[in-house]
């Protein structure tokens, strides 16, 4: 468990689906492991990658769609892993020479290579990709329908939501009209490129398309994650503090673009919109800002208009980049033709 | 800071490396963690204390060099140490300070048997 934020890993779920893979790793660990006699250990479905031990400490819960399992704990039982440590030990005499290898990888290189093929998608589809973070609270959700709301008659729309439990965001997208994707991160604090491509296969945006990645409330872990998104979309509420880009500058540092959102209960606080946004800029001097209202939608035109016009840009990259491709198919097949 | 996700992005590393280049047991794992990186060294030992049982890393000392934040003062165009993202530059007092180093988290090198 991630001794700041409780952040685990092992039970992500796409639109309800368990996901495997490298964010669920620990699920490796399950074969060797004898199922528990506890409640739920027959009825995880087959192929599924819960990693069913310590029954003692487990916790059976029922999803919505009627699956029942029991959750591991993080720590693992000396008793599930005592051959381990047999073997760990016997290897580990005094007289074994040991040599030192150079490794130089970046610890979140294998997030960075998903990221990467995420981000290839989107360019050769054109799609606007955002990653919009923030504190749980701040009003993502509700932009994210006034924005659809106001854009779906011109642009193709996507959205995937990320949050620890319940898909109650992506229904409420839905409601909109738009296609929208739950992930649920179980114990994780954050969504990984790994999860994102999964929900891309799922969902197919259209070419041309926005595509909003609404991430988990949460200003600290996100800010780590690329998920091969164009850019990072922060949004801080004028009824949180002006001092909160410097409590957690990391995620000011990776967006390139705060929204200061609820400026219409401006006049019944003490908030100072100027402070928070030289703070903002204290820890990101780049940092675009937009102050607007998702509930008046005050200021929301200059949020359209720089969304419209990522769109624009991603179109037009698509196209030369399609024009290049097409350039170089017809040279080769000219090569091919001159060497027949 | 997520610092479960990234001991299992470690042990992910070191597998891949025992699989390369043929090694049964890691005796120390070294990592480079930049000071702006919002990585805490001891969330990170504990963490891959966790992950690692069971594995041939278990076991395996985890040593973390702490690599200094660096950044570049608009003001006095120079680079300077950075000790936070929000911090002034030590050498004017001014903002603002673009951060240009301290935030990497690498697998430098492993000892193994």
Same mark, same amino acid.
């Given at each position: 468990m991630c001794t700041t934020c409780g952040c685990g890993t092992g039970e992500t779920h796409v639109d309800g689906k368990a996901l495997s893979g490298p964010g669920n790793?620990? !699920?490796?660990? *399950? !074969? *060797?492991v004898p199922p528990p006699n506890g409640e739920g250990a027959g009825e995880i479905p087959a192929g599924m990658s819960y990693r069913a031990v310590g029954a003692r400490h487990g916790q059976a819960h029922l999803h919505a769609d009627g699956r029942r399992h029991v959750h591991d704990h993080d720590h693992a039982h000396d008793a599930a892993h005592g051959h381990a440590h047999a073997s760990v030990a016997a290897q580990g005499s005094a007289t074994t020479p040991s040599r030192l290898i150079q490794i130089e990888r970046d610890i979140l290189a294998r997030n960075d290579g998903y990221a990467a093929e995420n981000r290839r998608r989107f360019d050769e589809q054109g799609i606007f990709a955002l990653n919009l973070v923030s504190s749980p609270g701040s009003g993502k959700t509700s932009l994210l329908c006034r924005t659809i709301d106001a854009l779906k008659g011109q642009l193709s729309i996507a959205v995937i939501e990320g949050d620890q439990q319940t898909s109650r965001d992506a229904e409420r997208i839905r409601a909109t009209g738009v296609a929208a994707l739950q992930i649920n991160t179980g114990k994780g604090c954050h969504l990984d490129a790994h999860m994102v491509g999964h929900a891309l296969h799922e969902l197919a945006p259209a070419d041309d398309s926005l595509l909003l990645i609404e991430n988990v409330g949460n200003l600290v872990c996100p800010a780590a994650f690329d998920l091969g998104e164009a850019c990072k979309v922060v949004i801080l509420s004028v009824t949180e503090g002006e001092d909160k880009p410097l409590k957690y500058p990391n995620m000011f540092h990776a967006a390139s673009l705060m929204l200061l959102n609820k400026v219409d209960l401006l006049p019944h606080l003490s908030f100072d919109s100027d402070l928070a946004i030289a703070y903002a800029r204290q820890v990101n001097p780049a940092l675009q800002v937009i102050p607007l209202s !998702?509930?008046?939608?005050?200021?929301?035109e200059q949020w359209l208009a720089w969304l419209r016009a990522g769109c624009s840009a991603r179109r037009e990259q698509k196209r030369v980049t399609m024009a290049s491709l097409q350039r170089r198919i017809a040279e080769l097949e000219a090569r091919l033709a001159a060497g027949g | 800071m997520h610092e479960m996700s990234l001991a299992m992005g470690v042990l992910q590393i070191v597998e891949d490396a025992a699989r390369a280049q043929s090694f049964q047991r890691v005796r120390l794992v070294q990592l480079e963690i930049g000071a702006l990186a919002a990585v805490e060294p001891e969330a990170m030992r504990f963490c891959f204390d966790a992950v690692s049982r069971g594995t041939l890393a278990e076991g395996a000392i985890l040593e973390v060099i702490e690599v200094a934040g660096q950044g570049l003062c608009f003001n006095c165009n120079m680079t300077v140490p950075l000790a936070a993202l929000y911090d002034p530059c030590p050498a004017c007092g001014g903002h603002p300070v673009q951060a240009t180093g301290g935030t990497e988290m690498r697998v430098k090198e492993l000892e193994v048997e």
């Open positions: 790793v620990q !699920a490796t660990h *399950s !074969a *060797s !998702a509930t008046t939608g005050e200021g929301c | -």
